[in-house]
C-alpha cells in the first residue's frame, strides 16, 4: 500500500482527502444559505425587507456559516488521520465512512428543518428556548410529534442525506489513500482556522438592521445555540452594564417608592421596607390562574385583535372586576410568569430563577401567605419535574402539587398534560378540601391546552373549521375557564376569594423590534372582595407586580423584598414594565424602553404602545439617560441580591404576632436564608 510505503500516490490521490472535507463542507454551505433563504420568507415582513440589509444579513450570515463549517469538517479530518492503516482500502472502512457522511448530512438536513419550525413560532434562531427544551425531552418530543407530521419529515430527509453521500463516494475510497503528511496538515489548518475565527468573530455581526428578525436571520443557528448554552449560565457582571453597589440601592429605593411604603423603612443596601396598606386586613383566599399563551391580541375586552373576540367568557368577567388593559409578562416562557408572580423579581438574564437550585426559601407570595396560616396550592395538568416548576415552588411556600399522575389515566392528555377543563375541576376539588379545613387558602392553577399541539376533547365545545389550531385553543381555553368560574360561584368560598385571571405570555413571537412588545401584552384581570367592579386601570404593569398588588388588595401590613408595586395604587403614569427577549433585558416607562444587551450596550427606544411598535432613539444623550440606570438598578440589584442570598423570607415578630391564627409548627415554616 502507499501508505505504508510513505509514498503519495497520484495528484488527484494527494488532494482526495481535501476534496472529500470540502465536498461535505460545500453541502453544509449551500443548506446554511438555503436555510437563510426560507427564514427570509417565513418572516412575517418579508417583502417590507429593505434589500440593502437583506444583503447585510446575507453577507453576515456567511461568514457565520464559514465557522460553523470548519468546526463540522473538524471530526471528518481527525478521523481520516486516526484510522489504522490496516484499514485503508478495506470495504468496511469505506462504508463506515459513507454511513458517517450519510448520518452527518441527515443530521445538518434535520437541523434545517428544526430552525424553520422553531423560527415560524418564535421568529429566532436556536436560543434559550431552544436550551431548555432540550434539557426536558419527554414534553417536547411529544409536542413536535403530535403537532407537525414528524414521521414524513424524518422519513423524507433519509433521500437527500444518501443522496449527498452518494455523490462524494467516489472521494471517499481516494481519501484514505492520501499521504497521512497531508491529511495531518488539512486537519492541524483547520483547527488553527477554529480557533483563530472563534475569537474573531462576534455575535454583535448580526446586527445588521434595525430589525431584530432580520438580524436574527443573518446568524447561524448552530452558532445561536452554542452561544445561548454557554450564556445560560453566565453572570450578569462582565456581559451587562452595572452601577457601585451604593448608586444601585440607592436608585431601587425612589424606584420602588409607592404610596404605602412606611417613611423611612428602607434598609440599606436592599429592597426590604415597610408595607403599610390603607383599609381592613381581608384573610380571602387567593387564586392565581396562568392562562398558558393567552396574549391580549385574542381578548376583546381589550380590543387588542379583530372585532370578534375568541374569550367571551373573559370580556363578560371583566365587567366584574378590574382589568389591567396595559399588563406585560416578563418573558415569553410559563416559567418567566411563574418566577414574576411568586417572587415579584425581574427577569434575570440566562435561566430562570425557577430552574436554578440556589432558589429556595426565597420571600416569594405563597410563602409569605403560608406564614399568615395559609394553606398553599399548585394545580397543574402536565409533570412538575419540566423546568423545575415542582420543585422551586415546594421549596418557596407551596405545600401541595397536583400533576398529571394525578389525575385518572383516561383522561384527555396532549404532550403538555391533561385539558384544562380537567385541570379546573380537580382545582376545584382542591380547593374544595382546602376550604373544609377552616383556613383560607392561596392556589396558583396553571392550564395547558393552548399551546401546540392545540388538541381539546371535543365535547360541549366542538372545534370550529373557520378558524386555526391556535384560534380554536384559546377558544376552548376560555370556555374552559368560564366553566371554571361558574362553578366556583356555587361554592361557599367564591364570595371571600380574590380572583387573578392572566395570560403567563403571548401567543407567540414576532415582530421587527429588539423586544417585540405585541409579544408581551397579556390581560390581567383581579375579581374578588376589595376589588372595584368594571374598572379599567391603564397604569403599565407587568406580571412581576401581582404579589404586591395581591397583597394590597387583602390590607395586608408587611415587609417587602418585591421589585414589583401595587399597580391600583399608582398613579397612571407611574406603572413600569420589565421583560427579556433572548439575551436582552429592558424596562420600559412611560413611553420610553431602555433595552440592556451583551458587551454592556445600551439602547432607547421611542413606543408607541398602541401599535406595540418601538423606534429607536438616535440622540446620543440618551444612551446614558437616567433610563437606562434605573434598568441597570433593577437587573444589577436584583442580580447582587439574588447571587448574596439576600433575598429570603425573614420572619418578624410583628408578622408573627398579627398571624391569626398563630404560625403552624415547623414543618409548615420556612426558615430565613438572610
Known amino acids: 500500500m502507499r501508505e505504508a510505503s510513505g509514498q503519495p500516490g497520484p495528484a488527484g490521490e494527494r488532494r482526495a482527502g481535501r476534496r472529500l472535507v470540502f465536498g461535505f463542507a460545500a453541502f ?4 446554511f444559505l438555503l436555510t437563510r433563504l426560507a427564514l427570509l420568507v417565513l418572516r412575517d415582513d418579508a417583502l417590507g425587507s429593505d434589500p440593502w440589509a437583506v444583503a447585510r444579513a446575507l453577507a453576515a450570515g456567511g461568514a457565520y456559516d464559514f465557522l460553523i463549517l470548519l468546526w463540522l469538517s473538524v471530526p471528518l479530518a481527525l478521523y481520516l488521520v486516526l484510522i489504522p492503516a490496516r484499514w485503508f482500502g478495506t470495504r468496511l ?3 463506515l465512512l459513507w454511513t458517517g457522511i450519510a448520518a452527518a448530512s441527515y443530521g445538518l438536513l434535520f437541523v434545517a428543518a428544526a430552525e424553520c419550525f422553531f423560527f415560524d413560532e418564535f421568529e429566532s434562531r436556536f436560543n434559550f428556548v431552544a436550551v431548555d427544551y432540550l434539557v426536558y425531552p419527554h414534553e417536547v418530543v411529544a ?8 414521521a414524513w419529515i424524518l422519513a423524507g430527509l433519509v433521500l437527500p442525506a444518501c443522496g449527498v453521500a452518494l455523490a462524494i463516494r467516489r472521494v471517499v475510497g481516494a481519501a484514505v489513500l492520501e499521504a497521512r503528511r497531508a ?9 488553527v482556522a477554529c480557533v483563530a475565527l472563534t475569537s474573531a468573530v462576534s455575535p454583535a455581526w448580526g446586527n445588521v438592521s434595525s430589525d431584530r428578525a432580520l438580524n436574527e436571520v443573518s446568524r447561524n443557528g448552530i452558532y445561536t445555540f452554542f452561544a445561548a448554552l454557554r450564556g445560560s449560565q453566565a453572570s450578569f457582571e462582565g456581559l451587562y452594564r452595572t452601577l457601585p453597589e451604593r448608586e444601585v440601592f440607592q436608585r431601587l429605593s425612589g424606584l420602588l417608592a409607592e404610596s404605602s411604603v412606611a417613611p423611612g423603612s428602607f434598609k440599606s443596601g436592599s429592597t426590604l421596607r415597610r408595607i403599610d396598606n390603607a383599609g381592613p386586613e381581608r384573610r380571602s383566599n387567593v387564586v392565581v390562574v396562568l392562562e398558558e399563551s393567552l396574549g391580549s391580541e385574542f381578548v376583546g375586552a381589550l380590543r387588542r385583535g379583530s372585532d370578534r373576540s375568541l374569550t367571551p367568557s373573559l370580556d363578560a368577567l371583566a365587567s366584574e372586576g378590574t382589568l389591567l388593559t396595559r399588563a406585560y409578562s416578563t418573558g415569553n416562557r410559563t416559567i418567566r410568569a411563574i418566577e414574576a408572580t411568586t417572587s415579584g423579581l425581574p427577569p434575570l438574564p440566562g435561566i430562570s430563577i425557577v430552574r436554578r437550585p440556589q432558589s429556595q426559601d426565597l420571600f416569594t407570595l405563597p410563602a409569605l401567605l403560608r406564614e399568615r396560616g395559609y394553606e398553599t396550592l399548585f394545580v397543574y395538568g402536565g409533570r412538575t419535574l419540566f423546568d423545575g416548576m415542582g420543585s422551586y415552588l415546594e421549596r418557596n411556600g407551596v405545600e401541595h402539587l397536583i400533576e398529571q399522575r394525578d389525575y385518572p389515566p383516561d383522561t384527555f392528555t396532549t404532550a403538555w398534560g391533561v385539558a384544562d377543563e380537567a385541570i379546573f375541576e380537580r382545582a376545584l376539588a382542591e380547593m374544595d378540601g382546602l376550604a373544609r379545613a377552616g383556613q383560607p387558602f ?9 399551546h401546540r399541539p392545540f388538541l381539546f376533547p371535543e365535547g360541549e365545545l366542538r372545534r370550529d373549521p373557520a378558524l386555526s389550531g391556535r384560534e380554536n385553543a384559546v377558544r376552548y381555553a376560555d370556555w374552559a375557564l368560564g366553566r371554571f368560574m361558574s362553578a366556583a360561584r356555587r361554592r361557599s ?6 380572583f387573578v385571571l392572566m395570560g403567563d405570555h403571548g401567543a407567540r413571537v414576532y415582530g421587527a423590534a429588539e423586544i417585540p412588545l405585541a409579544s408581551y401584552e397579556v390581560p ?7 376589588v372595584e367592579r368594571n374598572r379599567r386601570v391603564d397604569t403599565l404593569a407587568s406580571s412581576l407586580d401581582i404579589p404586591p398588588t395581591v397583597l394590597g388588595v387583602l390590607g395586608l401590613d408587611y415587609d417587602s423584598k418585591f421589585f414589583g408595586r401595587d399597580v391600583l395604587r399608582l398613579a397612571p403614569d407611574e406603572g413600569r414594565a420589565l421583560m427579556t427577549h433572548n439575551s436582552s433585558i429592558a424596562l420600559l416607562e412611560g413611553r420610553r424602553m431602555a433595552v440592556l444587551g451583551l458587551r454592556s450596550t445600551a439602547r432607547v427606544y421611542d413606543c408607541d404602545l398602541d401599535r406595540a411598535t418601538c423606534s429607536e432613539d438616535g440622540s446620543a444623550r440618551t444612551v446614558d439617560s437616567g433610563l437606562v440606570t434605573d434598568a441597570v438598578a433593577y437587573y444589577w440589584g436584583a442580580d447582587l ?22 404560625a403552624a409548627a415547623p414543618d409548615r415554616t420556612v426558615a430565613p436564608s438572610g
Open 28 to 31: 453544509a454551505a449551500a443548506l
Open 93 to 95: 472502512q469505506r462504508a
Open 143 to 150: 409536542n413536535i410529534w403530535q403537532s407537525y407530521p414528524t
Open 183 to 191: 491529511r495531518t496538515a488539512l486537519l492541524l489548518s483547520i483547527l
Open 442 to 450: 392561596y392556589a396558583l392553577v396553571l392550564s395547558v391546552t393552548n
Open 493 to 498: 368560598w367564591y364570595d371571600d376569594t380574590l
Open 524 to 530: 390581567i384581570l383581579l375579581l374578588g372582595p376589595g
Open 641 to 662: 441580591l439574588y447571587g448574596s442570598r439576600r433575598l429570603g423570607l425573614e420572619r418578624t415578630r410583628a408578622q408573627t404576632a398579627r398571624a391569626d391564627p398563630p
